[in-house]
């Protein structure tokens, strides 16, 4: 069998191409961002400049960014594309339309599909990293139409999480962080018991 190598690829044989933003997060096994919650090798390539606060305010100046890296993961080899936050919505149809593999930036992509599986008259709860960013022109883009059945809840005003999500200051308590993922979504499920699904936004 006769192996072509690709220009200035040094190795080969991951199969998910991972864009990241530009964080000091410690990314712990089971994030996105931690090749160790993987059964399979995987690819990062990290989006210079797309800071969380950015990418809070949609700054779409980073398209081409996102483009180019999308594209530089695929002449490596991946088989598909990703991303470690679920606002790297707001890029995917353009990321999308760029390359020749699929692309899911965001777990928000799910949206749709879970609303399909449960009864019309439930909502999805949507757990997510900063619900003033989540807003309804953001679900629109990525063709969430019935935002009205999204009960939405975020972590922004808890101690932990923020520090490390939001804040970026490069320390993760996860015991913490995981209690107060917990009673987040146990005090959304307390105040909307129509809820028949949850989605996390974020990967943390």
Known sequence: MLFKARQ?????????GILLLDTNTPFIQGDVGNATSYEYPVRFKRIDG??????FEHDRSFIQAMIAGAQEL????VRAVTGDC???AIFQPEV???VSIPVFLSSLLQAPFMM?????SESV???TANSQALTKGLLESIGITCPDRLVIAGLEDTRHFKEAAIDDLGILDSDQVRQEVVNAAVNL???NPAIGAVLLECSM
Do not use: W
Request: no cysteine; glycine share 14%.
């Open 8 to 16: 200035g690829q040094t190795s080969y044989g991951e199969l998910i």
């Open 50 to 55: 797309l800071t969380p606060e950015r990418i």
């Open 74 to 77: 695929e002449r490596e080899g």
């Open 86 to 88: 679920g606002f790297m």
């Open 96 to 98: 999308q339309d760029a």
């Open 116 to 120: 399909s599986i449960i009864k019309d």
């Open 125 to 127: 709860g949507v757990l």
């Open 189 to 191: 499920q307390t105040h």
